[in-house]
């Protein structure tokens, strides 16, 4: 694990810095950045004029002159209104800019995992991410909030310390050290007894909570897992209740949950030996600079006003020296998300160095299907199909047959663009509608209609188009449901799920489809009447089925058979077995 070293921040650097230099927002983030400097400067300024006024009210106390304390208390509450003003719209206008940037951030994360499969490949080829869906949703949002907190937080501390130490600096000459009858005055004074008080306690907390940036890590992965795996039984609840594992299943729970109960335990372990030194630090801030000051008001040489005065100063001075101090849980909040969102980061990245160096396919947009020289392997690089040379015209029908593991889904991800480990050639009209079915259909969630019109249905298309289209795959009962938003893929078996498909083909009419054992889970009569349908319906689309049952042989009119290490056969159907 990564501390705060040179590549921490590199990286940090990486992930903040588009936003901020090549965005469409940059300048607008840029000029809200600068007010919220600007009145970060007067809220300094402000501090600045009441730690003064300390002197002055304090002193005309100790003198019984209560004309000039009542004046005192009208320039403090004219100096307290710019303050009020400007800390009110200094955490409104962070709020916007860390809103503003986290939708920017958000945008981009998207975009990148979605690119290309980039989603689907991080599951599929090496080690994989453990939940980029909270890195995205979770990580980006603590990410813009704590970044800018801390920014703003560090910012406030270097300017507050820059104008206050020149007031302890100046106030050391007036602060005295009695020693045996003499006045001794230290240049700078104050400001050496505050450094060295605030650099020995951020040692202190560095090292005692150091532990706590790997622990917020382990805690935000812990939660994930625990929080996926209840998402995962609701998304396969039939299975789990027809295995009737849910005491499998609450085992599992409870062991994800007992590691995220131990690392929490950890954490407040680690925090509550943090919390002793930070408090300890905290309250003996509170009397140290009367401790140093003491001295010099017992021998006369100041009065009260300048103890609160110096009490003021040094606790300004103090809090901006031991800003990691008192950030540190933050800062080791902040670096577990940082760390995510890098390897995040890298995860993707390695993915698109696998694509360029892997996939050299070349896609030409042509008038048929045509496959030229077409390799596929698998990652280790155990070749599943050498130089396949294959053409379909419209209105085709392909059959891919082969044992179990011989490659017949992956030549179909590599024909979808999918499949990384690939080379040759594929022609295939792009200027046509074209759609992909897998085993188990995707239902995205919504009513009944969005989950027909997926992926490429307008909204133009009419109800009766979708009624009828229902009807064709076998699914009457759901032509008055359109409007229903259930969550159809645990509301549906596999079997009504494969027809809804169908029912997108009919309602859909692309020219090229291809079916990845998509009638699976049907019986063989249904899977020949909907086949039947199809021709019948689209005579013109090109179908490309993958399967195992031989009943399919009649529905097509040439066969792929995939025999094993790289070897391939394509035949035609003679006419007496298709049909």
């Known amino acids: 694990m990564k501390q705060f070293n040179r590549a921490f921040f590199r990286d940090l650097w990486r992930l ?13 983030a840029r000029a809200l950045l600068a007010v919220i400097i600007v009145l970060n400067l007067l809220m300094v300024y402000v501090s600045y004029r009441i730690t003064e006024w300390y002197n002055t009210f304090w002193n005309d106390l100790q003198a019984y002159n209560a004309a000039a304390a009542w ?23 962070t709020q916007a800019l860390q809103i503003r940037w986290r939708r920017w951030l958000t945008t981009r994360y998207l975009d990148e995992w979605l690119a290309r499969g980039t989603y689907y ?16 949703a979770d990580d980006v949002n603590t990410f813009t909030g704590r970044t800018l907190s801390l920014l703003i937080g560090l910012l406030s501390s270097i300017t507050t310390l820059a104008a206050f130490i020149a007031m302890l600096w100046e106030l050391s000459a007036h602060v005295p050290i009695p020693w045996h009858g003499a006045n001794i005055v230290i240049p700078g004074y104050l400001v050496w007894t505050a450094l060295v008080y605030s650099v020995v306690g951020t040692v202190i907390i560095a090292v005692v909570g150091r532990p706590l940036i790997k622990l917020n890590f382990d805690q935000e992965r812990y939660q994930a897992d625990f929080r996926f795996s209840m998402v995962r039984l609701r998304e396969n609840c039939e299975s789990v209740a027809l295995y009737g594992g849910e005491g499998r299943e609450r085992e599992q729970f409870l062991a994800r949950f007992k590691s995220l109960f131990g690392n929490f335990w950890q954490i407040m372990k680690r925090t509550r030996r943090l919390n002793w030194w930070a408090s300890g630090y905290g309250q003996a801030a509170v009397i140290f600079p009367v401790l140093v000051s003491m001295p010099a008001y017992f021998a006369k040489a100041i009065k009260i006003g300048s103890i609160m005065q110096i009490s003021s100063a040094f606790g300004q001075v103090q809090g901006a020296l031991s800003f990691i101090v008192n950030s540190y849980t933050d800062l080791a909040s902040w670096h577990a998300v940082v760390d995510r969102l890098r390897f995040f980061e890298q995860a993707m990245n390695e993915i698109k160095t696998i694509r360029e ?19 596929v392997r698998l990652p280790d690089g155990r070749e599943l199909l050498r130089d396949l040379d294959l053409g379909l015209d419209r209105g085709g029908r392909l059959l891919i047959m082969g044992p179990s593991g011989s490659g017949k889904s992956t030549l179909v991800r590599a024909i979808a663009g999918i499949w990384p480990y690939t080379d040759g050639d594929v022609e295939l009209p792009e200027r046509e509608p074209t759609l992909f079915l897998p085993q188990k259909p995707y239902l995205p969630l919504g009513n009944l209609r969005d989950v027909l019109l997926y992926p490429a249905g307008t909204k133009d ?17 759901l032509a008055d449901r ?14 009504e799920q494969q027809r809804l498909a169908f029912a997108r083909i009919f309602l859909q009419r692309p020219a090229w489809v291809f079916m990845d054992e998509a009638t699976s889970a049907l019986d063989e009569p249904a899977e020949g009447r909907l086949y039947r349908l199809l021709k019948e319906e689209l005579p013109r689309t090109a179908v490309v089925s993958v399967g195992h049952r031989s009943s399919l042989v009649a529905f097509h009119d040439s066969k792929l058979s995939i025999r094993g290490e790289g070897r391939w056969e394509v035949e035609a159907i003679p006419p007496a077995e298709a049909g």
Do not use: C
């Open 16 to 28: 903040s810095k588009p936003y901020w230099s090549t965005s469409d927002e940059r300048w607008s």
């Open 71 to 93: 004046h005192q208390l009208v320039v403090f509450g004219i100096l307290v209104v710019p303050y009020i003003i400007a800390a009110v719209y200094q955490t409104f206008l």
């Open 121 to 136: 490949h991080l599951q599929v080829l090496g080690e994989g991410t453990d939940n980029p869906d909270q890195r995205i």
């Open 357 to 375: 160096t892997h996939y050299k396919m070349v896609r030409r947009d042509g008038e048929i299907l045509r496959l030229d020289k077409l390799n």
């Open 461 to 477: 298309i009419k109800d009766e188009s979708m009624v009828a289209a229902l009807r064709l795959a076998g699914l009457p009962e």
């Open 482 to 495: 359109l409007d229903d938003n259930r969550y159809w893929s645990q509301v549906l078996s596999l079997g």
